[in-house]
């Protein structure tokens, strides 16, 4: 009988860790649909569109557009997934970068996308677009403290960047 509960109990936690895993996944697969317009450089969407003070322009979305038919720069992106303080909340975050010099990181943008799982079925809670200079440190300094706390480390490996990204700020 003994044996049976201890069964039963390991059973139990590796559905709940099924569970999650397929939750990440649901988040990262709707994270990433729901910017894949902008990472290919579509910006049709934004096109017209009154963010709100000091987030985003239009015109550094289209610096990145340019850019990214520009053979002379490389740019950089990477993806990762965070907690949220709303514990069936995550978000999916999006950002691309160029460098200028070796300590120098130009960002173009950092989209993030609030994805709700309580229900079983992710759903979009709410997105984010950051192409100011404020707006990008404000989001650095988060992901930064996912990073400083090791928070990070609630989210698997696959869903989240080896280290921080680096900051859009020289100082």
Not at 24 to 30: A, E, H, N, P, V
Not at 144 to 168: A, S, V
């Amino acid at each position: 009988m003994k044996k049976l509960i201890v069964l039963v109990a390991i059973l139990c936690c590796f559905e709940s860790i099924s569970q999650t895993v397929e939750d990440f996944k649901g988040i990262d697969s709707l994270g990433r649909a729901f910017t894949a317009k902008l990472k290919q450089g579509n910006l049709e969407q934004f096109k017209g569109g009154t963010p709100p003070k000091n987030t985003w322009t239009y015109d550094k979305l289209l610096k990145y557009q340019e850019d990214l038919n520009n053979s002379d720069i490389t740019i950089f992106s990477g993806d990762l997934i965070g907690p949220s303080t709303k514990a069936s909340v995550y978000s999916y975050n999006l950002f691309a970068y160029s460098k200028s010099d070796v300590h120098t990181y130009n960002y173009y943008f950092a989209a993030i996308v609030s994805i709700d799982i309580s229900d079983g079925q992710p759903k979009v809670e709410a997105s984010y677009l950051f192409t100011e200079e404020d707006a990008l440190k404000n989001w650095w300094g988060h992901v930064f403290g996912l990073y400083h706390t090791n928070t990070i480390e609630k989210i698997p490996e696959e869903y989240r960047l080896p280290i921080c990204p680096p900051p859009p700020f020289k100082e």
